[in-house]
């Protein structure tokens, strides 16, 4: 057992009065030169928000004063949230007179001031910041006389940043910068800074997306130990690798992705074997090049995933490897790690093996050219590729197979349009498309859904320390507030205490194919936890999977790469005491940071996504869309247009009547002429006005 854990342990007792520090050193026999050492893990331990010195410089663990630690989410009207690290607690509403300096993003500890009755939230005070998360911030900068200020470009900063004159630096009005921040606020006082990067003016081309990559700390280059040891990795496998794999050369493997696809870490092959098919998945096997805590595995470790924003990839790994050896071209050997699986007329996978193996692809598939093919037996791009037809056919012939599988135990499948978002070479955005899934991008997931358990049943089983990605079952009062919601939809969920995914897979198919099914589907999906990766096992609750993890992209997802890691030396039998007592130190922390970047990576997806739609809304104000009723608030309701675009129509400008939301019967209603507006109406919209720095659409209702 570490310090850490004996100071938590002495702390916990029921006889504990908060000490100094020399104290506690004197409690734990610590003398001469390891005092130092033991006063460095105490000031970690409050760093960390474990333990916290009070007023007269006595220790305490933060849990026994029934203080909260956790990250401050803000608005820009100066009240923040705290949401807690402990997932049991609900978020605690802090008044901008509470947060005491505190910004978005800190994390922070808070002392309840009032316990929230009813509906109503706890109430809290930050009284002390652990850490701070913005030591930069990208905003856009105005001049005036003797100072200047900028205005941050993420609304949930509530202040602006003073710049005294000597840290303008060159900074002219309406120019997107960088400031960094050399004065925290205080009561009635603002932040100060120093502009430390000049982006470039607001309309030039490329700046609005740098802007984002900088506000959200995205990584641009690679560190050059990273890019050295990128560029030595040998671009050939050798003859000595080959003979120690299973070779698959001559297998009918090929991958399938999208046009602009770089980075193939998974293909497939299939066979038929009577009334069963042997399906081969088979990923790039990165964890032959990216070795444990390597400088590549540790920038890996830290960027968690790759970026992918419109107009640009951020990768997890340099173009060497992820563009280079591991990508899984067409007719190059590469090393893979591959899973085959013989699987019944049923969906069920009778057998199974995961081997280290080399393949040969033979072809590089489209998605929409095998769609094509299977769904309208148009084979243009498929000339001279017959055995690739006949394997595709009977991948069709299996994908059906398991996704009536998944069906059965009641598997959650969203069919939501995605949007695609088209910009020309100025970067401007000239036309948002609404993409299908079609049967190739189903084949495809069904094929690394069906390996991906699989893999995590495997391991589990053997019962050896593992990452799992798990989904866990709702909050009771989620469905409870969703019910109410479908209620208007003349749907209702059983059992709402111990619900089954089944349950919400019995609405999904209701309205497939209604006006409302992307509507409803949105509102059951924001129901349910978001998926995280864990190194304790739990079920993936959205899959109605028992076992479950994330095996099949290991060139953009750290986890992947990780878990490669671990069968290789399970299957090697190398997973020694000493490897698993590692394990079980290092995957709980992966676990958190992949978590961390994983929602990093979306928030900057989207808000990337947000600016431009709203800059293409932008150039269409005054147009008339038809749209759906998508969402009701107390400020008035939210238009999806056919296009995925979303837009809201503010009370205040719906001037025929004075509207307002009942929340119980779930519409809007007007007070004089008793006109109803419900989730799912149809209705006219103008386009009234559009707000580029909180990506934000107006509409107005037409008659």
């Given at each position: 057992?570490?310090?850490?854990?004996?100071?938590?342990?002495?702390m916990?007792?029921?006889?504990?009065?908060?000490?100094?520090?020399e104290?506690l050193?004197i409690q734990?026999?610590?003398?001469g030169?390891?005092?130092r050492?033991?006063y460095?893990?105490?000031e970690e331990?409050?760093?960390e928000?474990?333990?916290?010195?009070?007023?007269?410089?006595?220790?305490?663990?933060?849990?026994?004063?029934?203080?909260?630690?956790g990250k401050?989410?803000?608005?820009?009207?100066?009240f923040a949230?705290?949401?807690?690290?402990?997932r049991?607690?609900e978020?605690?509403?802090?008044?901008a007179?509470?947060?005491?300096?505190?910004?978005?993003?800190?994390r922070?500890i808070?002392?309840l001031t009032?316990?929230?009755?009813?509906?109503k939230?706890?109430?809290g005070?930050?009284?002390?910041?652990l850490?701070?998360a913005?030591?930069?911030?990208?905003g856009?900068?105005?001049?005036?006389?003797?100072?200047?200020?900028?205005i941050p470009?993420d609304s949930?900063?509530?202040?602006?940043?003073?710049?005294?004159?000597?840290?303008i630096?060159?900074?002219?009005?309406?120019?997107?910068?960088?400031?960094?921040?050399?004065?925290w606020?205080?009561?009635?006082?603002?932040?100060e800074?120093?502009?430390?990067e000049?982006l470039?003016?607001?309309?030039?081309?490329?700046?609005?997306?740098?802007?984002?990559?900088?506000?959200?700390?995205?990584?641009?280059d690679?560190?050059?130990?990273?890019?050295?040891?990128?560029?030595?990795i040998?671009?050939?496998?050798?003859?000595?690798e080959?003979?120690r794999?299973?070779d698959?050369?001559?297998?009918?493997?090929?991958?399938?992705d999208?046009?602009?696809?770089?980075?193939?870490?998974?293909?497939?092959?299939?066979?038929?074997?009577?009334?069963?098919y042997?399906?081969?998945v088979?990923?790039a096997?990165?964890?032959?090049?990216?070795?444990?805590?390597?400088?590549?595995?540790?920038e890996?470790?830290?960027r968690?995933?790759s970026?992918?924003?419109?107009?640009?990839?951020?990768?997890m790994?340099?173009e060497?490897?992820?563009?280079?050896?591991?990508?899984?071209?067409p007719n190059?050997?590469?090393?893979?790690?591959?899973?085959?699986?013989?699987?019944?007329?049923k969906?069920?996978?009778?057998r199974?093996?995961?081997?280290?193996?080399?393949i040969?692809?033979?072809?590089?598939?489209?998605?929409?050219?095998?769609?094509?093919?299977?769904?309208?037996?148009?084979?243009?791009?498929?000339?001279?590729?017959?055995?690739?037809?006949?394997?595709?056919?009977?991948?069709?012939?299996?994908?059906?197979?398991?996704?009536?599988?998944?069906?059965?135990?009641?598997?959650?499948?969203?069919?939501?349009p995605?949007?695609?978002?088209?910009?020309?070479?100025?970067?401007?955005?000239i036309?948002?498309?609404?993409?299908?899934?079609?049967?190739?991008?189903?084949?495809?997931?069904?094929?690394?859904?069906?390996?991906?358990?699989?893999?995590?049943?495997?391991?589990?089983?053997?019962?050896?320390?593992?990452?799992?990605?798990?989904h866990?079952?709702p909050?009771?009062?989620?469905?409870?507030?969703?019910?109410?919601?479908?209620?208007?939809?003349?749907?209702?969920i059983?059992?709402?205490?111990?619900?089954?995914?089944?349950?919400?897979q019995?609405?999904?198919?209701?309205?497939?194919?209604?006006?409302?099914?992307?509507?409803?589907?949105?509102?059951?999906?924001r129901?349910?936890?978001k998926?995280?990766?864990?190194?304790?096992?739990?079920?993936?609750?959205g899959?109605?999977?028992?076992?479950?993890?994330?095996?099949?992209?290991?060139?953009?997802?750290?986890?992947?790469?990780?878990?490669?890691r671990?069968?290789?030396k399970?299957?090697?039998?190398q997973?020694?005491?000493?490897?698993?007592?590692?394990?079980?130190?290092?995957?709980?922390k992966?676990?958190?940071?992949?978590?961390?970047?994983?929602?990093?990576?979306?928030?900057?997806?989207?808000e990337?996504d947000?600016?431009?739609?709203?800059?293409?809304?932008?150039?269409?104000?005054?147009?008339?869309?038809?749209?759906?009723v998508?969402?009701?608030?107390?400020?008035?309701?939210y238009?999806?247009l056919?296009n995925?675009?979303?837009?809201?129509?503010h009370?205040?400008?719906?001037?025929?009547?004075y509207?307002?939301?009942?929340?119980?019967?779930?519409?809007?209603?007007g007070?004089?002429?008793k006109?109803?507006?419900?989730?799912?109406?149809?209705?006219?919209?103008?386009?009234?006005?559009?707000?580029?720095?909180n990506?934000t659409?107006?509409?107005?209702?037409?008659?």
């Amino acid at each position: 057992m570490g310090i850490k854990s004996n100071i938590i342990d002495f702390m916990e007792e029921k006889l504990y009065k908060p000490m100094l520090k020399e104290e506690l050193a004197i409690q734990f026999g610590i003398e001469g030169p390891e005092i130092r050492e033991f006063y460095r893990i105490l000031e970690e331990m409050e760093n960390e928000g474990i333990i916290i010195q009070t007023k007269n410089g006595r220790y305490a663990l933060v849990s026994k004063l029934n203080l909260i630690v956790g990250k401050l989410e803000g608005n820009q009207k100066g009240f923040a949230f705290l949401i807690p690290d402990d997932r049991e607690r609900e978020d605690i509403f802090i008044p901008a007179e509470a947060t005491n300096g505190a910004m978005h993003g800190d994390r922070v500890i808070v002392q309840l001031t009032n316990t929230g009755i009813s509906s109503k939230k706890d109430e809290g005070e930050v009284i002390r910041i652990l850490s701070r998360a913005n030591n930069t911030l990208v905003g856009t900068y105005e001049d005036s006389k003797n100072f200047g200020f900028v205005i941050p470009d993420d609304s949930r900063i509530a202040y602006d940043i003073f710049i005294p004159k000597e840290h303008i630096n060159g900074a002219k009005t309406n120019q997107k910068v960088v400031v960094e921040i050399t004065r925290w606020p205080e009561k009635r006082r603002n932040p100060e800074g120093k502009i430390v990067e000049i982006l470039g003016n607001i309309g030039e081309k490329g700046v609005d997306i740098l802007s984002l990559i900088k506000q959200f700390k995205l990584p641009e280059d690679f560190p050059d130990k990273v890019k050295k040891e990128a560029r030595k990795i040998e671009k050939t496998i050798s003859q000595e690798e080959i003979e120690r794999r299973v070779d698959l050369r001559r297998l009918n493997t090929f991958t399938i992705d999208g046009p602009d696809a770089k980075d193939f870490d998974d293909a497939v092959s299939i066979e038929k074997i009577g009334d069963n098919y042997r399906l081969g998945v088979h990923i790039a096997d990165v964890s032959h090049y990216v070795k444990e805590n390597s400088a590549l595995d540790k920038e890996a470790l830290r960027r968690g995933n790759s970026i992918y924003l419109i107009d640009r990839v951020i990768p997890m790994l340099p173009e060497e490897l992820s563009n280079g050896i591991c990508s899984l071209k067409p007719n190059e050997d590469r090393l893979t790690l591959s899973v085959f699986m013989d699987i019944d007329n049923k969906g069920n996978v009778i057998r199974h093996e995961i081997v280290e193996s080399v393949i040969n692809s033979k072809a590089r598939l489209i998605y929409d050219d095998v769609s094509d093919l299977l769904e309208n037996n148009d084979d243009t791009a498929f000339k001279g590729m017959e055995e690739i037809v006949r394997d595709l056919k009977i991948m069709e012939e299996l994908c059906h197979i398991l996704k009536e599988k998944r069906d059965r135990r009641g598997s959650i499948d969203f069919d939501f349009p995605e949007a695609r978002i088209i910009l020309d070479e100025n970067g401007k955005p000239i036309e948002i498309v609404k993409e299908e899934r079609r049967i190739a991008n189903r084949m495809i997931e069904e094929f690394m859904l069906v390996c991906n358990e699989t893999v995590a049943e495997e391991m589990y089983w053997a019962e050896v320390p593992f990452l799992y990605r798990i989904h866990e079952e709702p909050d009771e009062e989620k469905i409870e507030a969703l019910n109410k919601i479908l209620s208007n939809f003349g749907y209702l969920i059983k059992g709402s205490q111990e619900i089954h995914p089944k349950e919400l897979q019995k609405i999904t198919k209701e309205i497939k194919g209604k006006k409302e099914e992307v509507l409803i589907n949105t509102i059951i999906l924001r129901s349910l936890k978001k998926a995280r990766y864990s190194s304790s096992h739990d079920i993936h609750f959205g899959l109605a999977a028992k076992y479950y993890a994330h095996f099949t992209s290991p060139i953009r997802r750290y986890p992947d790469l990780q878990i490669h890691r671990i069968i290789k030396k399970f299957n090697k039998g190398q997973l020694t005491p000493k490897e698993i007592a590692k394990l079980n130190n290092i995957l709980p922390k992966v676990a958190e940071q992949t978590s961390a970047t994983e929602r990093m990576a979306e928030e900057a997806e989207r808000e990337v996504d947000d600016l431009k739609i709203t800059e293409y809304m932008t150039e269409r104000i005054g147009n008339v869309y038809e749209g759906m009723v998508s969402s009701l608030t107390p400020y008035g309701m939210y238009v999806q247009l056919e296009n995925t675009v979303e837009g809201l129509v503010h009370f205040e400008n719906m001037i025929d009547d004075y509207y307002i939301f009942d929340e119980e019967k779930y519409y809007i209603i007007g007070e004089v002429t008793k006109k109803i507006y419900r989730l799912g109406d149809i209705v006219k919209v103008r386009v009234l006005d559009t707000d580029l720095i909180n990506r934000t659409i107006d509409f107005m209702l037409e008659p």
